[in-house]
């Protein structure tokens, strides 16, 4: 084992938005919005990763739109997610938070608590009309992202078979919702799709080699749709427009074709466009390391937004203006995909490393450990049992590693462990992972949810919860 070297630990609390201000935050009623002030339009497409579009170096032609787009936006080449799991990770989009801070830490069994700040919640606040368009249940208004949207809609029902929505029903919804605004409503439009998570679907006419790029160039094909009409309502150009994902997709890398419990880079590396009103700095790419909870505080300065808000992510402005670099941060991610805790992970990426720590495994301990807890938890609980011999092959396609070290610079494919090769990196990193722990539950806005029988299968049937909520 690793001796663990001193290292100073600086508990990163959240930065406080709007402070060095000399105007004081006021609230609506006292300060209605300016009409200049811009529509924000946040696109979410759900198990996209970064690599399978265009104008991040793929070369199928699956995203024209968005690379076309690309022009008049900033481009974030490292941006990363904070969880492998939909709701947990759009949580930290609509929060700014790591989801050990805003506390909702897996699918169907949290729910996010009226004390959280969300972006929706804020831009109401100035005067925004808010509407979503979801195209998944597992982002049911019940699990709390609703709050702060005048309209949230999606095929939300506990009943029935149907519980993710194609892409072109949900740009429907949006487009009819766009008929009802008056050309002086500014607006907040969140429209999520769900396209090339599984099952893959797409329209025939999406003539692909893999069906998840068939997927995505369907997504594409009605982001142009949508884009098309904010133009012809005159709302683009003055827009702020932002294509990002909740998690990406291990497309067989690793031997592991799903995201729930994979922290490599196939389904935390995702992408991030942002185009500023009037496409500011448009074809600008960034390098530097970028957060999920980047985007609240990022957004809000955009706008001039002067909110006191606590996150964990920064204003990206600086570094799309060229004012300032973006300094090194660290970018933190888990799991917690799992009622069996053997199976919970946690990564952090530094610089050019990252390191994937299972959760509740010290290094001496092995695989064989998670999976006698496995077998342990499901002894009286036959619809977990049912599941052990397909998660059991997934836990051993992770390899036998609980503490894993890359560097992302020389090994991107994340295939040599250097955990025991650079150990001061490994302590410095894993030492931050511990850190952490002071901080876990304090300000948590999530809290248990208890799930009925029907959401459980439903949410089962897309391969997202392993067990209910005891
Ligand atoms: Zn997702």
Redesign the pocket.
């Known amino acids: 084992m690793v001796s663990m070297r001193a290292v100073t630990l600086i508990a990163v609390l959240g930065i406080l938005l709007g402070c060095s201000s000399d105007e004081p935050a006021r609230p609506v009623a006292q300060s209605p919005p300016k009409s200049r002030s811009p529509d924000v339009v946040l696109i979410s497409i759900?198990?996209l990763r970064a690599d399978r579009l265009g104008v991040y170096g793929y070369g199928k032609n699956t995203s024209p739109v968005i690379d076309g787009f690309a022009q008049e936006a900033v481009l974030f080449e490292r941006h990363q997610a904070q969880s492998p799991?939909?709701l947990p990770?759009h949580t930290s989009i609509f929060t700014g938070r790591d989801p050990d801070r805003h506390g909702v830490r897996s699918n169907g069994t949290y729910r996010l608590t009226g004390a959280a700040d969300t972006m929706a919640e804020v831009l109401a606040s100035q005067g925004f009309t808010t509407g979503a368009f979801i195209s998944?249940n597992?982002l049911n208004p019940m699990f709390g992202l609703d709050q702060g949207f005048a309209t949230y809609a999606g095929d939300f029902t506990e009943r029935g078979s149907n519980v993710s929505t194609p892409a072109a029903a949900t740009t429907d919804r949006a487009l009819a919702w766009l008929d009802g605004r008056r050309s002086d409503e500014r607006l907040f439009l969140f429209v999520h799709y769900?396209d090339p998570?599984k099952p893959y679907r797409a329209p025939p006419r999406f003539a692909f080699a893999h069906p998840y790029d068939a997927e995505v160039a369907y997504v594409d094909e009605q982001i142009g749709r949508l884009f098309e009409r904010l133009r012809r309502d005159d709302r683009f150009n003055d827009a702020l427009v932002v294509i990002t994902s909740?998690?990406g997709q291990s497309l067989g890398e690793h031997g592991v074709n799903g995201?729930t419990l994979v922290m490599y880079q196939q389904t935390l590396h995702v992408p991030l466009l942002l185009r500023l009103p009037g496409g500011a700095h448009g074809g600008l790419r960034i390098s530097g390391i970028t957060r999920s909870t980047d985007l609240l505080p990022t957004i809000l300065h955009a706008l001039g937004v002067k909110q006191a808000l606590h996150v964990d992510g920064v204003d990206l402005g600086p570094a799309m203006s060229g004012a300032a670099a973006l300094g090194e941060r660290d970018a933190y991610a888990e799991t917690l995909f799992s009622e069996v805790r053997a199976l919970h992970q946690r990564s952090l990426v530094r610089g050019r490393w990252k390191l994937i720590s299972w959760y509740e495994l010290g290094p001496e301990q092995r695989l064989e450990a998670a999976l006698e807890q496995l077998g342990a938890a499901s002894a009286d609980r036959p619809e977990l049992q049912a599941r052990i011999p397909e998660l059991i092959k997934r836990a051993r396609s992770f390899g036998a590693d609980p503490r894993q070290l890359y560097d992302l610079a020389s090994d991107p494919g994340e295939k040599r462990n250097l955990y025991t090769d650079e150990p001061v990196v490994a302590a410095e990193l894993e030492a931050a992972l511990i850190g952490r722990k002071s901080v876990a539950r304090e300000a948590s806005t999530g809290e248990r949810h208890t799930l009925s029988k029907e959401m459980i299968n439903q949410l089962g049937a897309l391969g997202y919860l392993i067990t209910p909520n005891r």
């Open positions: 759900d198990t799991l939909t990770s998944a597992v769900y998570h909740d998690h995201h």
